[in-house]
Nanobody
Framework: QVQLVESGGGLVQAGGSLRLSCAAS????????MAWFRQAPGKEREFVAC????????SSADSVKGRFTISRDNAKNTVYLQMNSLKPEDTAIYYC????????????????WGQGAQVTVSS
């Protein structure tokens, strides 16, 4: 059974940092792009960042460029999202996802999803 389990969410003040982790299990994710999406209350789920599983090539949304960094540790089957200089508008549930599609930013391309981790940034 495929599982993506996020951890590391929480409450932080504006300007602070958090690191999210996503532990993947249940199958080999070789060749899969791993991504982070987020969904704020009353809004659509939106792309944040993605990374190729083997090549380490990344893509990120303009709204987080220069502040968020996605990385992965293949030995641990884990993907990370380092979030710095957090803003109140970053408040959302953050979801880890996996797709067999090269660097896709489209939500519908992602087959596997985690349960989400709440990130709240206070002003």
């Amino acid at each position: 059974q495929v599982q993506l389990v996020e951890s590391g969410g929480g409450l932080v003040q504006a300007g602070g940092s958090l690191r999210l982790s996503c532990a993947a299990s249940g199958r080999t994710f070789s060749g899969y792009t791993m991504a982070w999406f987020r969904q704020a209350p009353g809004k659509e789920r939106e792309f944040v960042a993605c990374i190729t599983w083997g090549g380490g090539i990344t893509s990120s949304a303009d709204s987080v460029k220069g502040r968020f960094t996605i990385s992965r540790d293949n030995a641990k089957n884990t993907v990370y999202l380092q979030m710095n200089s957090l803003k109140p508008e970053d408040t959302a549930i953050y979801y880890c996802a996996a797709a067999y599609s090269y660097l896709s930013t489209a939500r519908e391309q992602y087959r596997y999803w985690g349960q989400g981790a709440q990130v709240t940034v206070s002003s």
